[in-house]
């Protein structure tokens, strides 16, 4: 069946470009997550919405990051002006809802972020 | 703050030979704990939560509360069991806090 879906898998930036990376969560799924992975990390998570709503954005490290989900479905993580720092992977991960019961999380394959 | 501490990177075990993945939290509410677990070149999926109480794959995990522990455990490890595994404690709306994981590789 259909899983979380991320796009690109691999993206090379050179430091100071912008970058927009996409999730398409399983359908019907209300929550979205996205975590940042470097490299020997676990997943930390960025921010979280409930269909377009952004409820937590925490995570974000600095506003230079930007999400958005502007229709409750696809997401979209953009990064301006890249840093080195900023290399990971980025997983997006879907939920049917929140609370006890359906929260299981089923994550995407992630975009692996280089920055040079 | 949450925190989930995993002590081992890596854990090497032969086939056959008991296994057991240590993770501690801590965690000011009443906790909800995961593991999950990366195989090669595959996704991160769930492998078990504590509240199911499921024994998935012949891995159990217990949760002490006392002990702030949520250890995986195998009697008898499998090959096919190397990967690497992470801990994750349910916060908030539910977000996951994950431990930096460990990798159990088993040798034949």
């Known amino acids: 069946g259909a899983g979380v879906s991320q796009s690109p898998r691999y993206k090379v930036a050179k430091r100071g470009q912008d970058v927009a990376l996409r999730c398409d969560p399983i359908?019907?799924?209300?929550?979205l997550f996205w975590y940042q992975q470097a490299l020997g990390q676990g997943p930390e998570f960025l921010t979280y919405?409930?269909?377009?709503?952004?409820?937590?954005k925490s995570g974000l490290p600095s506003d230079r990051f930007f999400a958005e989900r502007p229709e409750g479905s696809v997401s979209t993580l953009k990064i301006q002006r890249t840093q080195q720092e900023d290399s990971a992977v980025y997983l997006c991960?879907?939920?049917?809802?929140?609370?006890?019961?359906?929260?299981?999380?089923?994550f995407g394959p992630g975009t692996r972020l280089t920055v040079l | 703050a949450q925190r989930v501490t995993q002590p081992e990177k890596l854990l090497s075990v032969f086939k056959g030979a008991p296994v057991e993945l240590k993770c501690n939290y801590s965690?000011?509410?009443?906790?909800?704990l995961f593991w999950y677990v990366q195989y090669s070149r595959q996704r991160l999926q769930l492998l078990l939560r504590h509240i199911s109480r499921e024994s998935i794959k012949g891995f159990t995990a217990d949760l002490n509360k006392g002990e702030t522990s949520f250890h995986l455990k195998k009697p008898f490890a499998q090959e096919e069991d190397s990967a690497m595994y992470y801990c994750?404690?349910?916060?908030?709306?539910?977000?996951?806090?994950f431990g930096k994981g460990t990798m159990l590789l088993v040798s034949p």
């Open positions: 994750a404690l349910l916060s908030g709306y539910s977000t996951l806090t």
């Open positions: 359908s019907g799924h209300v929550s």
């Open positions: 965690y000011s509410g009443s906790p909800e």
């Open positions: 919405f409930q269909n377009e709503a952004q409820l937590d």
């Open positions: 991960a879907s939920s049917l809802t929140t609370g006890m019961v359906g929260n299981e999380q089923f």
